[in-house]
């Protein structure tokens, strides 16, 4: 549960070297690169290539496909690569261009076939086309001009204007014909027809290797990544050098590999004003959380990682609006179908774990409220011995999602506290902590009547707010910090704000079991007919009713539950944003050794 320790590694080599060395980086995987020739950021070293999946994809949508080639002595990946991306462009320049002649065709067939005669031939006058709605033609017929209707239609005539210059008056804009005659149009729109049918028998073609090309996409990721790695570098004859952020851990092999090969190689931490990407690190039962925190935003370098705190409080929050046993048993059954399905590579691994985690919080909760499908257990039943909570008792559960959301935002103002032990800078989210937790005991105390508590309360909310004015800008010259500590009372705002902003929780649990509810009613209903049709209604009513609500409930959890993390959360216990630590790494598996 941490965010990995960097080092800052300056590589230099011979330049007749460059590609050998770049190669065997990319095998070791452990260089996240650091642009030194101006083209921008390192190119991430995940998933197929933008050109590599464009390749593949446009051979897969292929309508008609040949027999897949067994015969692989022949292929070569990058060729076809090129091959079909030239394809593809020049196949897309002649669809635009059929649409083109068509659109031109179609608008010139009602003014014939005609070509300009030379401006001479007609004594300097010009031709000049309009499309003129038939109710306007009057107003043409005004304008004095040499004109004629060449054709007409339910709508529009056809008028040519004979003048010198382009006329004044005429109601409508002019319309533009071109230059080229229909015919000549009509025999251009054949050739790219033509030219089209041979470049998708050339695609037909090409799609016997659509297996052979698609097994190759790492080869092909793997290129594009090393050429790209090659611009990152900054060459001065006769030595480059490659700058990259590197895992502490991995130092040593550095090291190991700049002395096999003759290198220079410096190595240093990193400074504050430098921005290293983020590395998060996790164990395996709770890497889940380090998912949704990255599915939102990255936690900058000098941060603390809120993985496991985001995977443990999105499980509460999904069972606390999810809320029911029953429900909660569907989702369970869902993650047994695709559990194998989802095992197939880390991410799906990780998923299932929080998926499990989300099953176990939603039946519990649902037990404590008691509600199984929207019944709730019989009274004195085995059942009911769990229920615990009454979703209805508004004032009690409104109360329970305030205090959740109260030790919420306090637990990410101790992570902040804790970020910042080593400065005084800690006492001001210490503060808030005071704050937030008092404000609630103060609620409580006055609830209750205990007159003692709420003074108390007040005198740690006092002592919280003094702690946010004094240290909020620690460290920083006396007028800025003394102007940062007066602004940081706005915040009280946002405190209270955000946590009452976890009345959600309440809410919406509450809207599940509502509807869950009303359904059974529907249905009971409809099954007090007596009816075969009532009893056929009665089962479509709870299926399509509850899968309504089971759908809808599932939305509510997953996007409710992450924003109480990422915006309520993030907003007081991760102040910064930092971008993910990327590899230069190799996809296509091929082992180093220092003997290569």
Known sequence: ???????????????????????????????????????????????????????????????????????????????????VLELKRRLQDLQDERDFLVKRIKDLE???????????????LRLWFYLVPNYRLREVEETGLCWEVVHRDTRYCYVVVISPEEPEGMPVKRTHTGAKPLR???????????????????????????????????QLEDLAALEHASTQTQDADPVFALSAWAPKERIDE?????????????????????TPPTLLRNEAALAGGQDLVTFYMTPGYWT??????????????????LADVGYGAVLGLIAVAYWKKMGGGPTGRRLRILLVC???????????????????????????HFHVFDLYDAPTMMLF??????????????????????????????????????????????????????????????VGLAMAVLFTGAGQPLLSRTLRGLLSITKLTNAFGDVMSYLRLFALGLATASLATAFNGMAAEARAQETGLGVLTAGLVLIIGHTLNFVLGLMSAVVHGLRLNVIEFFNWGVTEEGYLYQPFNRKEERPWTQSS
Not at 186 to 204: H, P
Not at 205 to 218: E, G, H, M, Q
Not at 257 to 264: R, S
Not at 429 to 444: A, E, N, R, S, T
Request: overall charge negative.
């Open 358 to 384: 989300l099953v176990a919080a939603t039946v519990l909760y649902g037990a404590l409220v008691g509600s199984y499908f929207g019944v709730s257990p019989a009274p004195g039943s085995p059942l009911d």
């Open 184 to 218: 000549e149009l009509e025999g251009r729109l054949d050739e790219v027809e033509l030219a089209i049918e041979d470049a998708e028998a050339s695609r037909t073609s090409l799609t016997r290797w659509c297996v052979a090309y698609a097994s190759s996409l790492d």
């Open 110 to 124: 009602p003014w014939g076939n005609f070509r300009f005669p030379p401006v001479e031939g007609l004594d300097y």
């Open 401 to 462: 999602s305030i205090g959740v959301g109260a030790i919420h935002v306090a637990l990410a103002n101790l992570a902040e506290a804790w970020r910042l032990r080593r400065s005084s800078a800690a006492l001001a989210p210490l503060g808030w902590v005071f704050i937030v937790l008092g404000g609630l005991v103060l609620y409580l105390a006055q609830e209750a009547g205990q007159e003692g508590i709420a003074d108390m309360s007040i005198a740690f909310m006092l």
């Open 1 to 83: 549960m941490s965010i990995m320790r960097l080092r800052k590694v300056t590589l230099l080599g011979h330049i007749d070297d460059k590609r050998r060395v770049l190669d065997e980086l990319q095998t070791l995987g452990c260089l996240h690169l650091i642009p030194l020739g101006g083209e921008g950021a390192a190119r991430a070293g995940h998933g197929p290539s933008q050109e590599a999946a464009e390749a593949l994809r446009f051979l897969l949508e292929c309508p008609q496909k040949r027999r897949q080639a067994r015969d692989t002595s022949t292929f070569d990946a990058l060729e076809v690569e090129h091959e």
């Open 304 to 321: 603390w990682d809120p993985s496991i705190a985001v995977f443990i409080s999105f499980s509460i929050f999904f069972g606390m609006i």
């Open 254 to 274: 550095l090291y190991g590999y700049a002395d096999h090969h003759g290198m220079v190689i410096d190595v240093r931490k990193p400074t504050r004003d430098e």
